[in-house]
């Protein structure tokens, strides 16, 4: 069953309606229009685009000889390709396939659900550390360069859990997809989070998946290059000095 059609299928069985208003956008206006209080200026229309390509293409000349020798680490430990391809749901509801060095034995996204949390059995021995210093994500760049990603924005999610939007958190598809933003620093550690709930898939889609989208709907209504910079190098900050505990907004979210 394609994408599209699996995306068709879990929408009908969602409380929120079909699946066409989030493939097509309906009803839903641009990020930096009205409805997110913003001034849609030259920097959404252009400047954001111009720093997508220049900072991604920068960043794949400085990180290809470590995006090389991941891909090699990741082949010689486990069988199966050096990347994983998966569906996630982009800028107007258009389905795109999100490249990122592969963490799990090969099919894993067919033995389990599709979140991930730290003491996965899945995972590998490489793949762990990539995913704590996220140089798994690294292959997005080509994403941003093919124009299906930027370098700051919301996280795509998959299909499954994005039927699951309202309304007015589906208003998020309108902006591209970025590989990091204020809600992915806020969840920098998500996935040891996960590991400490029973529910995970629960507690996921209810929890985190929601103050994610609050995160990410604030952030469409003031786009702008400061805040995307800001994001950037936050972003490097980070992952330079990545804690061991789960993020402070996070911990306040525990039941």
């Not at 507690?203 to 990410?216: E, G, S």
């Amino acid at each position: 069953m394609s994408v599209l059609q699996e995306f068709h299928r879990l929408s009908e069985r969602n409380q929120f309606g079909s699946a066409s208003m989030v493939l097509s956008g309906a009803k839903t206006k641009n990020c930096g229009e009205r409805d997110f209080g913003v001034r849609k200026g030259f920097y959404i229309r252009f400047g954001k685009r111009i720093l997508d390509i220049i900072g991604a293409a920068a960043a794949l000349v400085i990180a290809s000889p470590i995006l090389f020798l991941c891909a090699v680490l990741v082949r010689l430990e486990s069988r199966g390709p050096a990347f994983f391809r998966q569906w996630r749901v982009g800028q107007n509801g258009k389905p795109f396939r999100v490249i990122k060095l592969r963490t799990m034995v090969h099919g894993a996204d067919t033995q389990g659900p599709k979140i991930t949390a730290s003491g996965d059995p899945r995972i590998t021995t490489v793949g762990r550390f990539l995913r704590k210093t996220k140089l798994d994500e690294l292959p997005q760049l080509f994403n941003v360069l093919r124009n299906e990603m930027s370098l700051v924005g919301p996280r795509p999610e998959v299909p499954e859990y994005t039927v699951k939007y309202s309304l007015a958190e589906r208003k998020v598809l309108d902006a591209k997809p970025g590989i990091t933003g204020p809600a992915s620093l806020a969840h920098i550690n998500e996935e040891q989070l996960l590991a400490r709930r029973p529910d995970k898939e629960r507690f996921y889609v209810t929890t985190i998946m929601r103050r994610k989208l609050q995160l990410d709907l604030a952030y469409c209504r003031k786009i702008s290059l400061l805040e995307d910079l800001k994001s950037i190098f936050q972003t490097a900050g980070a992952l330079l000095f990545l804690p061991d505990s789960p993020s402070k907004s996070m911990k306040q979210s525990r039941v």
